[in-house]
């Protein structure tokens, strides 16, 4: 049974940082793709960064490349999101999502088969 377990959410400051992170269970990270999602009131859910199962690298959404870097630890069953320099428009509750497409970039939300609960972060001065 695979299970995605985000935490790490809260309210930070424009400017600031917050590390998400996704617990992993049922699989081994590195078998799927694995990435990142958001999703704000009133607007479609958006991918933000995915690590692919084929070459094993990360690919990012053009408007937070630069700003946030996806990892992994394998050993410690866990997917990562790093965000720096958050702005307002960051804010939006972000989901872990598996088995999709990540060839060159992310792919829809409706390829990805396995999803957290999501985590609200919240950007605010």
């Known amino acids: 049974q695979v299970q995605l377990v985000e935490s790490g959410g809260g309210s930070v400051r424009p400017g600031g940082s917050l590390t998400l992170s996704c617990a992993v269970s049922?699989?081994?990270?590195?078998?799927?793709?694995i990435g990142w999602f958001r999703q704000a009131p009133g607007k479609e859910r958006e991918g933000l960064a995915c690590i692919s199962s084929t070459d094993g690298r990360p690919y990012y959404e053009g408007s937070v490349k630069g700003r946030f870097t996806i990892s992994s630890n394998n050993a410690k069953d866990t997917l990562y999101l790093q965000m720096d320099d958050l702005k307002l428009e960051d804010t939006a509750v972000y989901y872990c999502a598996a088995n999709g497409y990540c060839t060159g970039y992310v792919g829809p939300a409706s390829m990805f088969d396995h999803w957290g609960q999501g985590t609200q972060v919240t950007v605010a001065s």
């Open positions: 049922g699989f081994k990270v590195g078998y799927y793709a």
